[in-house]
Nanobody, 115 residues
Framework: QVQLVESGGGLVQPGGSLRLSCAAS????????MGWYRQAPGKERELVAQ???????NLGDSVKGRFTISRDNAKNTVYLQMNSLKPEDSAVYYC?????????WGQGTQVTVSS
């Protein structure tokens, strides 16, 4: 079992920045992939960014150039630095861990971009 605890969401003005954190605990193996997904009302959950334990990253097209994903393997923590935020970035952001066929999700953190 893996538990994921997210933090860092909130309200920010357009053009602003936020940093999300997700700390994993429990039985964690090497070779996992950690990432962030988001879901806005009435829309499907979509990939924002993910990063392997070796540091390879994959970002969604809508956030490339604005968001950066990183991780601290010693702390089993993944970060999402979000810059130049837009109203369309507003959503609940979920942390996800994938190891083998096992998937764990966090409880989600709300990000609202509004003036």
């Amino acid at each position: 079992q893996v538990q994921l605890v997210e933090s860092g969401g909130g309200l920010v003005q357009p053009g602003g920045s936020l940093r999300l954190s997700c700390a994993a605990s429990g039985t964690i193996f090497r070779g996992n992939i950690m990432g962030w997904y988001r879901q806005a009302p009435g829309k499907e959950r979509e990939l924002v960014a993910q990063i392997t334990s070796r540091g390879s990253t994959n970002l969604g097209d809508s956030v490339k150039g604005r968001f950066t994903i990183s991780r601290d393997n010693a702390k089993n923590t993944v970060y999402l630095q979000m810059n130049s935020l837009k109203p369309e970035d507003s959503a609940v952001y979920y942390c996800r861990l994938l190891q083998g066929t096992y998937i764990a999700w966090g409880q989600g953190t709300q990000v609202t971009v509004s003036s």
